[in-house]
């Protein structure tokens, strides 16, 4: 394994819906976000000239995805496409045309009722199977997670204020007390 990529159910289903809508051509796109977790998938438009057995994403539609991307403050995190007949395995013409060796390259195979998903890293064409996780987000470093004794302090004074605030508006739709003549 030379790298995790976590992609979230949601995802992975408009993955497959939209290899599913392509078939029987290749379906393609972006996959979108920070680190190592998917937070967006972009279809691009295939224009390969056999589209039944290749995909070449439009590269006008992939500059501006890119652009986008930047403009965003997200990352490309890989690409995908689907293979309407087969396995989420790359093909020969895959691994030869794939141009950037640290970005995994995920493949939706129909072959199957049950669509199935797979992540590779292809350098030079050595191909490396990448950690697909569908259904997670990437954990959360624990240094993020914990809070410093003033934050934790701060949380406490927030909840106990939040608590009187509740007192006082229970007080103050109390009926006014009766009088007692
Ligand atoms: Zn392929």
């Not at 930047?70 to 395995?89: N, T, V, W």
């Not at 093909?91 to 992540?119: F, K, M, N, Q």
């Given at each position: 394994?030379?790298?995790?990529?976590?992609?979230?159910?949601?995802?992975?289903?408009?993955?497959?819906?939209?290899?599913?809508?392509?078939?029987?051509?290749?379906?393609?796109?972006?996959?979108?976000?920070?680190?190592?977790?998917?937070?967006?998938?972009?279809?691009?438009?295939?224009?390969?000239?056999?589209?039944?057995?290749?995909?070449?994403?439009?590269?006008?539609?992939?500059?501006?995805?890119?652009?986008?991307?930047?403009?965003?403050?997200?990352?490309?995190?890989?690409?995908?496409?689907?293979?309407?007949?087969?396995?989420?395995?790359?093909?020969?013409?895959?691994?030869?045309?794939?141009?950037?060796?640290?970005?995994?390259?995920?493949?939706?195979?129909?072959?199957?009722?049950?669509?199935?998903?797979?992540?590779?890293?292809?350098?030079?064409?050595?191909?490396?199977?990448?950690?697909?996780?569908?259904?997670?987000?990437?954990?959360?470093?624990?240094?993020?997670?914990?809070?410093?004794?003033?934050?934790?302090?701060?949380?406490?004074?927030?909840?106990?204020?939040?608590?009187?605030?509740?007192?006082?508006?229970?007080?103050?739709?109390l009926p006014p007390a009766?009088?007692?003549?």
């Amino acid at each position: 394994m030379s790298g995790h990529l976590w992609l979230p159910s949601t995802l992975a289903r408009e993955i497959v819906l939209h290899a599913r809508a392509d078939a029987p051509h290749e379906a393609c796109g972006i996959l979108a976000g920070r680190g190592e977790s998917v937070e967006r998938v972009i279809p691009v438009a295939n224009r390969a000239a056999e589209p039944q057995h290749h995909y070449r994403m439009d590269e006008r539609q992939l500059t501006e995805v890119l652009f986008t991307l930047e403009a965003e403050g997200m990352e490309l995190l890989g690409f995908y496409h689907s293979h309407p007949a087969g396995d989420p395995i790359p093909s020969t013409t895959d691994v030869r045309e794939a141009h950037y060796p640290r970005t995994p390259y995920l493949i939706v195979g129909l072959r199957h009722a049950e669509a199935r998903l797979a992540a590779w890293e292809i350098n030079h064409g050595d191909v490396l199977p990448v950690d697909l996780v569908v259904g997670g987000a990437a954990p959360v470093i624990a240094e993020d997670r914990t809070f410093s004794p003033a934050q934790s302090m701060a949380i406490v004074v927030s909840m106990i204020l939040a608590f009187l605030v509740v007192i006082v508006i229970s007080l103050s739709l109390l009926p006014p007390a009766p009088t007692i003549p």
